[in-house]
């Protein structure tokens, strides 16, 4: 099975910082890496498709980056709605592995 | 109206069984292959299962496989997981999602999470 090692854990971040989560696989993915948003009671949001793929409808703050073993999420300018957790996931094999996932605090 | 919505959860006892069910709309269920993915009380989120788009081939996470049965009827637009000699440890929502691609794969759409409570 393919391991994510996703960091920070948690992070504390003003209103209009720039923040940066990463994802390190255990082996090379390619592409195959997704970012997911996940806030308290609901369902994941997908943001990230294709390591550095928009989804559509999802605001031009939130970008990817990477390619083999290592990613990059980036969130610029961080809003008051982006208080949630991220998970990066793997879908380069079975199992879809998810990373342990980021919880980003307000500062 | 493009959803998925979970059914069926509930508490059962420890070595009990449970059918969960995904009811999808507003898109052609039949053209997508579909994953379970569940997460436990304050952790993260964990992939289960993934049934092809025409129920002929299905995966499974090793900590669920020859317990759960991932199954689906395209001519009621519903995905299935039979969950048989359940444990504590399947406590979890689980998640039906929708994967659009026929190369890496995502889950662009998910319900939003059916309950199960694994006690005695």
């Known amino acids: 099975d393919i391991q994510m090692t996703q960091s920070p854990s948690s992070l504390s971040a003003s209103v209009g910082d720039r923040v940066t989560i990463t994802c390190r696989t255990s082996q090379t993915i390619s592409n195959c890496l997704n970012w997911y948003q996940q806030k308290p009671g609901k369902a994941p949001k997908l943001l990230i498709f294709?390591?550095?793929s928009l989804q559509s409808g999802v605001a031009s703050r939130f970008s990817g980056s990477g390619s083999g073993t290592d990613f990059t999420f980036t969130i610029n300018s961080l809003q008051p709605e982006d208080f949630a957790t991220y998970y990066c996931q793997q879908t380069y094999s079975i199992p879809r592995t998810f990373g342990q996932g980021t919880k980003v605090e307000i500062k | 109206q493009v959803q998925l919505v979970e059914s069926g959860g509930g508490g059962v006892q420890p070595g009990g069984s449970l059918r969960l069910s995904c009811a999808a709309s507003g898109f052609t269920f039949s053209n997508y292959p579909m994953h379970w993915v569940r997460q436990a009380p304050g952790r993260g989120l964990e992939w289960v299962a993934v049934?092809?788009?025409?129920?002929?081939?299905?995966n499974y996470a090793d900590s669920v496989k020859g317990r759960f049965t991932i199954s689906r009827d395209n001519s009621k637009n519903t995905l299935f997981l039979q969950m048989n000699s359940l444990r504590a440890e399947d406590t979890a929502v689980y998640y039906c999602?929708?994967?659009?691609?026929?190369?890496?794969?995502?889950?662009?759409?998910w319900g939003r999470g059916t309950l199960l409570t694994v006690s005695s």
């Open positions: 999602a929708r994967d659009p691609s026929s190369s890496c794969g995502f889950f662009d759409l």
């Open positions: 294709g390591a550095s």
């Open positions: 049934i092809s788009y025409d129920g002929t081939n299905a």
